[in-house]
């Protein structure tokens, strides 16, 4: 009804939406300890374990403070296990990271005015109901995994962008 012309068809018809939507599950966490006394010929990392029936969540993942440690360092061997020992823990966990979701979303419009003009509006939103993830940075974990490290379980200060809106207009004659 809303293509048959008129002002209210050039207005309200022809519209076009578009969306692309992406879920994942956390990535898989590793911890490590810094502190790893172990002559250089070995070349191996110092991998501390879990304890047996600990919680490695300090707070909870779905709304903590982030000017507290996320991670509970009671929950691992101690750096100073880590003298000519390798430690118990497995190169990647079983506990994952935040997930990630996000949808973008487009609309468009071509309106043609007589036999040579065209108007061709677009609208475009990343990210589009503003969702913020914790991410990681340069391949590392969203926060501090070395239970050395006096900032251990702190978050690193990345999350994923914020909503982007362009538009855009173009006149072909």
Known sequence: ?????????????????????????????????????????FAAGCI????????????DKGSFDVNKP????????????FNFYFGSGSRMTNYRGFGYHNQDFGLEKDTQFGEKVRFLLR???????NWHIFTSTNGGSFANTDIASPSFGMWNGAVTAPR???IGGKVTF
């Open 1 to 41: 009804m809303l293509n048959q012309g008129g002002v209210i068809g050039k207005l309200l018809g022809g519209w076009q939406a578009t969306t692309i939507v992406r879920a994942a599950s956390g990535q898989p966490l590793s911890f490590r300890s810094g502190f790893c006394n172990l002559p250089g010929q």
């Open 48 to 59: 501390p374990g879990v304890l047996h029936g600990a919680n490695i969540w300090a707070q």
């Open 70 to 81: 996320i991670f509970n360092k009671a929950a691992f061997e101690p750096p100073s296990n």
């Open 123 to 129: 609208i475009e939103a990343f990210n589009l109901w």
């Open 164 to 166: 982007n809106i362009q």
